[in-house]
């Protein structure tokens, strides 16, 4: 069993930062794909970024591509995601998941965490 838990969500204005993370405990982290995903009001789960165990493989959507960066640790057993140049669209709950097989879609995941709240201003 692997528990996640994610922090660092908040309030920022239109083009700030912010980084969040996500710490794994239980089981051995570094042997999963670890993605993070959003859900805004209304909306389907939403893939953002994954990064593969060894961090050798790295995707973006295509609406976050060049904005934000995913990262890893596997010593700490920690996940991160920089978010920079951010967007009101950007607005909704993040979730950090861990996944044995796959990468992008939400029923390739095992594990998840219990959200982040990230609101961006206008």
């Known amino acids: 069993q692997v528990q996640l838990v994610e922090s660092g969500g908040g309030l920022v204005q239109a083009g700030g930062s912010l980084r969040l993370s996500c710490v794994a405990f239980?089981?051995?982290?570094?042997?999963?794909?670890m993605g993070w995903f959003r859900q805004a009001p209304g909306l389907e789960r939403e893939f953002v970024a994954a990064?593969?165990?060894?961090?050798?493989?790295?995707y973006y959507a295509d609406s976050v591509k060049g904005r934000f960066t995913i990262s890893r640790d596997n010593a700490k057993n920690t996940v991160y995601l920089q978010m920079n140049s951010l967007k009101p669209e950007d607005t909704a709950v993040y979730y950090c998941?861990?996944?044995?097989?796959?990468?992008?879609?939400?029923?390739?995941?095992?594990?998840w965490g219990q959200g982040t709240q990230v609101t961006v201003s206008s």
């Open positions: 998941a861990a996944a044995r097989y796959g990468v992008k879609l939400v029923a390739d995941y095992d594990y």
């Open positions: 990064i593969s165990n060894t961090g050798g493989s790295i």
């Open positions: 239980g089981g051995t982290g570094s042997s999963y794909t």
